[in-house]
DNA sequence: TAGATTGTTAATCGATTAACAATC
DNA sequence: TAGATTGTTAATCGATTAACAATC
């Protein structure tokens, strides 16, 4: 009984791809599915999967497997997506709008709840519905709202700034999508979204040969 | 000397991050950096950049560091940086069209050489000046511009089936922002952009306290 | 029941860190 | 020279895989 055992966060990043595929397979109809066969639709092994899911419980049947929908929604449930998300966006330029508008994720509750910029021409303007705000506002509003989560997306050279007014402003969670490594302090989780550096680890490997 | 061992991937994926964070360095001027320093920038310990760089040769200078420019040119080098590269775009929706508009691609030797979508009403339309063309027309394409890598911006259901295309007319890297993990042959190198899963790996952290 | 598959422990593998001789 | 820092080896740490008793 590992319950009680912080998890190792690689088994945490693994999760959410677990939970993706038991969606597929709930709407594929399927309604039991083994470590086997889950782990051969994302390429992870079996034993990966009985392993990772061990840290957070007992969900399978042994001869039988998993099942799917009940298997979901307690992984939902531990991460936390049983209840939806609400986000700051800072950042209202091409990239910030891309965001806004992007559907996936209001359908996986990650509710984009306020906009910031620090341009006073895009201060006013809307964006999806949602007015952008100036960024000396991110204090207030982001207190107001209960909000422990946010989006960068600035320039690299006004990234620290704004993840520091953000960690001071008591946001716990940070997806960066601003190519620089952000400095914070213990207990403030960071991610980025770098597709540069990405298709930069892939050329190595076409330049070799 | 271990410059002829195949080096780790997480060591590969390291790579980019180096080479910006140098990038950053010889902008604001500074000519010397040692691992102690570089590593402070970007949150890996000193040792871990000396051994990394161990893999693909000697860079530095004892009591001195590595001369940035230099360690920067190696390492651009190594990664195959030294050259531009050719990438098809599959899918022109909204996704599609941020990324060939995504200044940071082209900067840094990403160019969209080609665009494809499978819908008849957006082939022929043309997208931050490239002409979207059928996908259908991918194998003749890739083959004639020499395509290696190619990015997948279509949605999850659609992916599999690109990829295998892509695979069959020779590329051997994709990008893909297709919430779908896929399925390649050996020597096929894929990465995913994948921002739901991301948060959602971070929602776990804040539920939890 | 017999066959299948889990959850878990132990073995293996790989990556990170520490330490230090070499040397600028 | 003395101080600093590399490149590398060995030690440590952590993650993955294999194996199997438990049990559906």
Redo the contacts with the bound molecule.
Sequence with gaps: ??RTITP????VRRLPLYARSLRYLLREGVNS????ELGERIN?????I?????YF??????????DVERLLEQIEQILGLDRAWAVALVGAGHLGEAIVRYEGFRAQGIHIAAIFDASPDKVGHSVGGIEIQHSTSIPTVVAQRGIEMAIIAVPADRAQEVADVLVKANVRAILSYAPTVLQVPDGVWVRYIDPISVIHSMTFYLARD
């Design positions: 009984m590992s190792p966060d690689v088994v599915v083994s470590s086997q992870v092994t079996a034993a990966q009985r392993k990772d899911l061990s419980g007992e969900f399978g049947k042994q001869g039988i497997g998993y």
